[in-house]
């Protein structure tokens, strides 16, 4: 695995303080990959069938396609997974050329992932959904801190 660490953000360098929003994060990760975000729901893309997400990495610009869910928060979630591998740097570049066969539009480096995926126990996957949660507990934070819920809830 080959991690770049001019486009490999801690969470500190991202500069986010202990709660965000999901914008502050976006926007955050696209300052200091110099490139552009982009997060796209694909209603085709099934839960069912065990992908809810991924990240796709251009030469310009980095993907994030993530399934449709009713649930806002699930969605965010998905999404949250995916930019936890972008902040610790979960590039496949160095593993075997997968071939393009069934999946000839998208690009190798999608591939690889996206059959890697299938096997969710893995540390990387357990390790970027953790990041996801403390990411999501963070944005619930900032949530409540512009709200007057702890004011009146305590």
Known sequence: MTIEMS???????????PAFTFDELV?????HRRRRLRIVELTDLGIQEGLC????MTDTEDLVLHAHSDSA???QQFVLHELAHIILGHN???EAEVPDILLPDIPAEARRRLLRRQDLDTAEEIVAESLADHLAAAIR???MQSSRYLEIFG
């Open 7 to 17: 486009t490999t953000p801690s969470l500190d360098e991202l500069a986010l303080g």
């Open 27 to 31: 926007d955050a990760l696209q300052r």
């Open 53 to 56: 997400a991924v990240w796709i």
């Open 73 to 75: 928060l699930h969605r």
């Open 92 to 94: 496949v570049e160095d």
């Open 141 to 143: 934070g900032a949530t």
